[in-house]
């Protein structure tokens, strides 16, 4: 099986920051890309940050310039860096690795995790 746990989330004021970690665990051969999505409340999920294994970066036009994504590749790990957080920055942020596992025969699938809480408020 293939496990993926956020962790990092939590309250903080408008123009503070945090740093959203992604380990991915389990029977994984390779992992391919790496993302953040958010869903706030009433809204649809919304991609915030990818990246491929070799480090290319893909960001939302909302959250250039203020939030970064880089992964470990050695610890299966993915995480995000957010600065200068703004109130609408609040939602509930998932993390999805696109993962190859013996588990499910080698063919890549998207896996997701539980999502960690993000509140920007003073």
């Known amino acids: 099986q293939v496990q993926l746990v956020e962790s990092g989330g939590g309250l903080v004021q408008p123009g503070g920051s945090l740093r959203l970690s992604c380990a991915a665990s389990g029977n994984i051969f390779s992992i391919n890309a790496m993302g953040w999505y958010r869903q706030a409340p009433g809204k649809e999920r919304e991609l915030v940050a990818t990246i491929t294994s070799s480090g290319s970066t893909n960001y939302a036009d909302s959250v250039k310039g203020r939030f970064t994504i880089s992964r470990d590749n050695a610890k299966n790990t993915a995480y995000l860096q957010m600065n200068s957080l703004k109130p609408e920055d609040t939602a509930v942020y998932y993390c999805?690795?696109?993962?190859?596992?013996?588990?499910?025969?080698?063919?890549?699938?998207?896996?997701w995790g539980q999502g960690t809480q993000v509140t920007v408020s003073s």
């Open positions: 999805k690795a696109n993962i190859r596992s013996r588990s499910f025969g080698l063919i890549p699938r998207d896996c």
